[in-house]
């Protein structure tokens, strides 16, 4: 299970819709299965079907996560038209070896209302995983 605080789970969402019509993206950094900061990204794609994270996010990264002493917890991207599901597209970036993350987080601005879902994406395989949204 992801845990996310309500702050952080805002912070997620309002760069989503920051990044429309474009697909936004970002890292999330905490220890094991909770997460502590949001590093929002610019999605080097520049589209909205596909991301990717360029050298700036993967620096960004190491300022806010890896100076805190925290880890990386999970891939954040968003769907501008479609579920929150892994795309094709998707399971292939998280095959990635030097993603140093299986847990992808997708962000569906697809009316009527977002949603946001957790996946473990292993070997070409996705389990979705409960995300508790908590005080904070």
Do not use: K
């Amino acid at each position: 299970m992801l845990v996310l605080p309500r702050s952080l789970w805002l912070e997620v969402l309002g760069h989503c819709y920051d990044g429309l019509p474009e697909e936004a993206c970002g890292l999330l950094g905490g220890r094991g299965d909770r997460a502590h900061v949001f590093v929002p990204c610019a999605n080097a794609d520049r589209s909205s079907r596909t991301f990717s994270l360029g050298p700036e996010c993967w620096e960004a990264a190491d300022r806010r996560i890896g100076a805190a002493g925290l880890e990386l917890v999970a891939v954040v991207h968003s769907h501008t038209h479609t579920e929150a599901y892994p795309s094709p597209t998707d399971v292939d970036q998280a095959s990635n070896p030097l993603l140093p993350t299986d847990r992808w987080v997708v962000v569906s601005l697809r009316p009527p209302a977002p949603s946001i879902r957790s996946y473990r994406i292993t070997d070409g395989s996705v389990a979705e995983e409960p995300i508790e949204v908590r005080p904070g």
